[in-house]
């Protein structure tokens, strides 16, 4: 009973097998290959030359921006016109009252040394 079961198995398969692999179509030619072959280098050969000129291309992008020169910094407002022309006051300045006296006639007189060389205490 499991030779013919066997055989059964045998039998499906080959079937199976036959049907996968019936085909009418036949193998190209040599021409067709040939032609396919050689159609298939020259689209690579343009693809590597089109590369090869871009990457010439990006060399002498970078080669020219780095023999350009730089923009120089000039500044636009000198620093003596800037200091000379302006004048800065604190924001709190306007809550202190107005003052107008000459520190230098207030100042108290310095105390004078005790050991004869006449300087100031410290």
């Known amino acids: 009973m499991t030779d013919s079961h066997a055989t059964d198995n045998d ?16 193998a190209p030619g040599f021409e067709a290959t040939w032609t396919v072959a050689e159609s298939r280098y020259r689209r690579g050969n343009r693809i590597r030359a089109l590369a ?3 990457a010439s291309i990006a060399v002498v992008a970078i080669v ?8 120089v ?12 022309a302006t004048s800065w006051q604190a924001p709190s300045d306007v809550l202190l009252p ?12 310095l105390i004078q040394s005790t050991d004869g060389t006449g300087e100031a205490l410290l």
């Open 11 to 26: 039998v499906k398969l080959e079937k199976l097998l036959a049907s996968a692999f019936e085909s009418d179509e036949q």
């Open 64 to 71: 020219v921006s780095a023999l350009r020169p730089g923009a």
């Open 52 to 54: 090869s000129v871009a």
């Open 73 to 84: 910094d000039v500044p636009i407002i000198e620093m003596g016109e800037l200091l000379g």
């Open 98 to 109: 107005e003052r107008r006296f000459d520190i230098y006639q207030d100042l108290p007189e």
